[in-house]
């Protein structure tokens, strides 16, 4: 990448950090979020991983789109599922340090990406899996289940029920607000909340819809 357009690149980072009250970002952590979209730039000439070709693009659509989630993260551990080329995993992994991220998809040609990635970004709480969700048995449930722009909410609910933690959320970034999809989740879920995203930079909606197991409480005698 040209030295201007990385310098550019900083800045538009440096500004969408400030608007989503992410500028506690370390410098370190601001190297390895622009590296990454270095690294998706080079692989995007010969893989197509994502349609989105100017990299002060993948900025705002891709790296702040996906810590619009930040926030609404909870450990000790998360799961990616339909990552692509690692998002919104990737950026998020290097925000939460102290998170463990599994990053899932079907697709060989995108894990090798995310691999290579995530080791060259030295990415100690990233691993990286190929499976259908459907049929991913990592013996282990997640508290956070993360889908971005990734099916319908209720596919991804009946596929990835197995995966979510007795107390974990599933949480599915959408563009519009997805209405008729609301009533459509499945039984044994229930929808905390569909609230609008702000991403800096980008006019398109984003909505971000919390969907939780129904706990069962314990009668009393």
């Not at 692509?84 to 925000?95: E, K, N, S, T, V």
């Not at 060259?120 to 049929?135: F, H, I, M, P, S």
């Not at 398109?204 to 005698?221: K, Q, W």
């Amino acid at each position: 990448m040209q030295p201007d357009v990385l310098s550019r690149c900083a800045h538009v980072l440096d500004q969408g950090l400030e608007a989503l009250g992410l500028s506690s970002l370390s410098h370190a952590q601001r190297r390895k979020l622009l590296a990454y979209i270095e690294l998706l730039d080079k692989w995007n000439k010969v893989y197509n991983l994502t349609a989105v070709r100017d990299p002060l693009e993948m900025v705002t659509r891709h790296i702040l789109d996906s810590l619009a989630l930040f926030p609404y993260l909870k450990g000790p551990d998360v799961l990616d599922i339909g990552t692509g080329a690692g998002l919104p995993g990737i950026p998020l992994a290097i925000a939460r340090p102290d998170v463990d991220f599994t990053l899932l998809d079907a697709s060989a040609k995108k894990t090798r990406f995310v691999r290579q990635a995530a080791a060259e970004l030295g990415l100690a709480n990233v691993e990286v899996a190929q499976a259908r969700v459907e049929k991913y048995r990592p013996g282990r449930k997640f508290a956070t289940l993360i889908a971005r722009a990734f099916g319908s909410l209720a596919w991804i609910v009946s596929g990835a029920r197995h995966l979510c933690g007795d107390d974990g959320e599933i949480l599915l970034m959408k563009g519009a607000y997805p209405e008729p999809e609301l009533a459509e989740i499945p039984a044994g879920f229930k929808v905390i909340e569909a609230v609008k995203l702000h991403v800096p930079g980008l006019e398109a909606e984003r909505h971000l819809v919390r969907i939780a197991p129904v706990r069962m409480e314990a009668s009393s005698v």
